[in-house]
């Protein structure tokens, strides 16, 4: 059974910078397309970064561009999300999914990914 367990989620302060982490266990796929989603409180999930099952694309939400970095280790089973400049609007539920089918285009909704985790909170203060 999939399981992707996030963590690095706190409370921090405008400018600030925080890594959160998805660990993938149970998997019997060798490579899968990895995400990170938010949803702040009375919003819809949001697209934040993905990173293609091939390692060579990635892609960002405009609202993060040139803050945020994802990135999955040699094993293949954590994907991180790297943020600094962290603002205000920042502040959500973030959620990793992953989807397992290579495809060529990557998707950006919530619907294009087959599992997910339960979300880690950030918090950023002003």
């Known amino acids: 059974q999939v399981q992707l367990v996030e963590s690095g989620g706190a409370v921090v302060h405008t400018g600030d910078s925080l890594r959160l982490s998805c660990k993938v266990s149970?998997?019997?796929?060798?490579?899968?397309?990895s995400a990170w989603f938010r949803q702040a409180p009375g919003k819809e999930r949001e697209f934040v970064a993905a990173?293609?099952?091939?390692?060579?694309?990635?892609y960002y939400g405009n609202a993060v561009k040139g803050r945020f970095t994802i990135s999955k280790d040699n094993a293949g089973d954590t994907t991180t999300l790297q943020m600094s400049s962290l603002k205000p609007e920042d502040t959500a539920r973030y959620y990793c999914a992953i989807e397992v089918a290579q495809k060529n285009a990557v998707s950006l909704s919530v619907h294009g990914y087959d599992y997910w985790g339960q979300g880690t909170q950030v918090t950023v203060s002003s």
């Open positions: 149970g998997r019997t796929f060798e490579t899968y397309t």
């Open positions: 990173l293609k099952w091939n390692g060579q694309s990635t």
